[in-house]
């Protein structure tokens, strides 16, 4: 077999820098909030701190922990995420069944009505009346019934099933299957790529809330952890705008926390989580997108 060329191996070595290239800009950021997190408090004002931790500190973190504020806040967004989530899925892929099937009638008019949806809407103000009306406002239910349907989750999902064989549900309706036995034997298991991506984009959006919980709820029981954060970061951003005097003045002292360094720790609690979800349903991401999002 022929060696590679001068041309191709220069070609390789330029992709691979470009890759890792990208791999820094994307997760150094991550890996300096981390960082800077983990940095004692009084150490960090000084500056300088960017690939390792100068002096080791978890006493923010201690701080974030164990504030009640944020452990409830904590268990309303698991809530929120583990009960929205497979509702939003289950509903969407209900839909997504009927509206795959060529024999339905009006299904172009109801396609149409739904992809309407997604261009216009009323506005804040209306939206709130709504929720009002159902009394929705300030309960938890405002966190999922609002968000069970995605119309584009929807076209990926009824996209994916038009591309399964159509003779396999039809083999099951002549040996006597209906169609919700259709649906949860035979294409809930061939959908389950295209619906743990859509699980996945659910649960994050689920995960990062933080509008809702800001305009459609008042008790601060309901508050979610990304509400608390955004709450947290406003307060902790007048301690940070302080001058280059009371910042040299600060590093001086042992302080046991800083704003940046609460900031810092709040953002990692609140993004972890979430990020260690994605190694569980990568199998399925790419493949689920790919199939379902290409019309044969």
């Known amino acids: 077999m022929r060696g590679k060329s001068t041309g191709d191996?220069?070609?390789?070595?330029?992709?691979?820098?470009?890759?890792i290239a990208v791999v820094f800009v994307t997760f150094y950021p991550f890996w300096n909030v981390f960082v800077l997190s983990v940095n004692s408090a009084s150490d960090t004002i000084k500056g300088g701190v960017y690939f390792w931790p100068r002096e080791l500190n978890f006493t923010s973190y201690?701080?974030?922990?164990?504030?009640?504020?944020?452990?409830?806040?904590?268990?309303?967004?698991?809530?929120?995420?583990?009960?929205?989530?497979?509702?939003?899925?289950?509903?969407?892929?209900?839909?997504?069944?009927?509206l795959s099937?060529?024999?339905?009638?009006?299904?172009?008019?109801?396609?149409?009505?739904?992809?309407?949806t997604m261009y216009f809407g009323g506005g804040l103000i209306p939206y709130y009346m709504v929720l009002k009306n159902l009394?929705?406002?300030d309960t938890f239910w405002v966190f999922v019934l609002p968000g069970l349907m995605n119309v584009f989750y929807m076209i990926l999902v009824r996209t994916f099933i038009e591309q399964l064989p159509q003779e396999?549900?039809?083999?099951?309706?002549?040996?006597?299957?209906?169609?919700?036995?259709v649906y949860f034997r035979i294409i809930l298991p061939l959908t389950t790529p295209v619906l743990a991506t859509i699980a996945l984009f659910t649960a994050?959006?689920?995960?990062?809330?933080?509008?809702?919980?800001?305009?459609?709820?008042?008790?601060?029981?309901?508050?979610?952890?990304?509400?608390?954060?955004?709450?947290?970061?406003n307060q902790y951003q007048t301690g940070a705008m302080v001058s280059?005097?009371?910042?040299?003045?600060?590093?001086?002292?042992?302080?046991?926390?800083?704003s940046d360094t609460i900031r810092m720790a709040a953002t990692m609690v609140a993004t972890l989580p979430i990020v260690m979800v994605y190694p569980f349903l990568q199998r399925y991401f790419v493949k689920g997108m790919t199939l379902g999002s290409v019309k044969s």
């Open 9 to 19: 191996v220069l070609y390789t070595g330029i992709v691979h820098l470009f890759l």
């Open 62 to 98: 201690k701080e974030i922990l164990t504030d009640r504020e944020i452990l409830h806040a904590v268990w309303v967004t698991v809530a929120r995420t583990v009960i929205g989530t497979p509702l939003t899925v289950m509903v969407i892929s209900l839909l997504a069944y009927p």
């Open 101 to 116: 099937s060529r024999e339905l009638a009006f299904r172009r008019p109801v396609t149409l009505y739904f992809i309407f």
């Open 135 to 137: 009394y929705l406002i």
């Open 168 to 181: 396999i549900s039809e083999s099951a309706k002549i040996d006597g299957a209906n169609d919700l036995q």
């Open 204 to 233: 994050i959006g689920h995960w990062n809330a933080w509008f809702d919980s800001y305009v459609f709820t008042y008790k601060s029981s309901l508050k979610t952890l990304q509400a608390v954060l955004v709450k947290i970061l």
């Open 244 to 258: 280059d005097a009371q910042k040299l003045a600060d590093s001086s002292k042992r302080l046991a926390v800083s």
